[in-house]
């Protein structure tokens, strides 16, 4: 899991400086939380998206961005509240998801949004 700065964000995501369309930057789908270190919801998802980044360790990238450090990107993202999260696939446009997904939600959006199975793919979803 990596904290995304601005310079940060537009080398690995999105060059928002130089582009007008979405143009993706990375090689692999990716998942942004969109966090505040005071936000209760954004602590509960926290452990969870480690776990995930182990689980999906060279299929998935996961980022965060401390919206109260990066306001500008938060801002172009339109964040009104936390947690959100933006799932990104390689070739489609990225999609926001807000508040506090259990971890099975959050697989169930990485398979169905990002197109990524679960490692195991034994986990049940209902």
């Keep these: 899991m990596e904290y995304l700065t601005k310079e940060s964000f537009i080398e690995k995501v999105f060059d928002f400086e130089n582009e007008t369309e979405w143009k993706f930057k990375g090689t692999k789908p990716a998942i942004i939380d969109f966090y505040a270190d005071w936000c209760g919801p954004c ?13 999906y360790d060279g299929k998935v990238d996961i980022y965060k961005i401390d919206t109260e450090e990066q ?6 993202f339109g964040i009104r ?46």
């Design 81 to 126: 509240s936390i947690p959100s999260l933006l799932f990104i696939p390689t070739s489609d446009k990225p999609q926001m998801a807000v508040g506090a997904l259990p971890k099975d939600g959050f697989i169930k959006a990485i398979d169905e949004v990002l197109g990524v199975k679960h490692p195991t793919q034994e986990t049940n979803l209902n």
């Design 71 to 76: 306001q500008e990107l938060s801002a172009m």
């Design 43 to 55: 602590k509960m998802i926290s452990p969870i998206l480690e776990q995930l980044s182990k689980e």
